[in-house]
């Protein structure tokens, strides 16, 4: 909260993963996802998201090291729950793990991680980021026994997937919007810092950014198109614009 009381807006966090999917495109150097989350910093992003997938087909190891020796914020490390990405993740120490569900054939990750059928394989994965000091968030349909299974797994937050919400129109998104507001609410209420993401746009971020009890935005689609357009830093300050907006 700031000085009058109002609580603060929430903090945006850029995933720079489409700048390498750029790069991948032709197999070569350019452009650099370690160069667009300095820009994305300089420009007010107060975190960097990336996700190395178990295929590699945007983010590499190589730009995780150098992520990790860059980012001045905090660097968020998307991964699947396997004893592979763990290793990485012990080894490199982000500032921040999410767990998220990952399937080869997607373009994207399509949907919240179950919780609730894998309490076992999760509450030891969490374990063993949480004993090597890395804290853990969960991404999740926004519905309350997946928040219930997250706290119960040992995550400290939960990020509330946003498609829904994102892809919506009419009664559809208002219907997505509450429900968010609600696992919000409840997440929060539970313990949990709660962040949100997932098909977040220019047009459709400031009424998830009102949401009272959501902390980060984390956005990277969006972001990376319109600095197709108009540069990295203006992408970003735009954004964060948005986003500040939400809240008065």
């Excluded at 009058?4 to 966090?13: V, W, Y």
């Excluded at 997932?198 to 047009?203: A, V």
């Amino acid at each position: 909260m700031d000085r009058s009381g109002a609580r603060r807006a929430p903090r945006l966090a850029v995933n720079v993963d489409h700048i390498a999917t750029i790069r991948q495109a032709r197999g070569g150097r350019e452009p650099d996802p370690v160069a667009a989350a300095v820009l994305a910093e300089l420009a007010g992003a107060e975190g960097i998201i990336v996700h190395l997938r178990e295929d590699r087909r945007h983010i590499q190891d190589r730009d995780l090291r150098l992520l990790r020796e860059t980012v001045r914020t905090r660097l968020n490390l998307e991964m699947a729950a396997t004893d592979e990405m763990v290793g990485i993740a012990v080894a490199s120490r982000p500032d921040l793990v999410t767990l998220v569900p990952e399937r080869r054939q997607e373009l994207t990750t399509e949907g919240g991680l179950e919780v609730v059928g894998q309490r076992a394989r999760l509450t030891a994965v969490v374990g063993r980021l949480d004993g090597g000091g890395i804290p853990v968030s969960l991404f999740i349909a926004p519905e309350e026994a997946q928040v219930e299974a997250a706290k119960a797994v040992g995550a400290s937050l939960v990020e509330l997937h946003t498609g829904r919400y994102a892809e919506g129109r009419g009664e559809a998104a208002r219907e997505a919007l509450a429900a968010l507001i609600r696992a919000a609410r409840f997440a929060a209420g539970a313990g949990l810092s709660v962040s949100a993401g997932h098909g977040l746009t220019y047009e459709n971020v400031e009424p998830v950014a009102a949401i009272p009890e959501v902390e980060e935005l984390n956005i990277g689609h969006s972001i990376v198109a319109r600095a197709t357009l108009v540069g990295m830093e203006r992408a970003v300050r735009e954004m964060v614009e948005r986003i500040r907006g939400a809240r008065g």
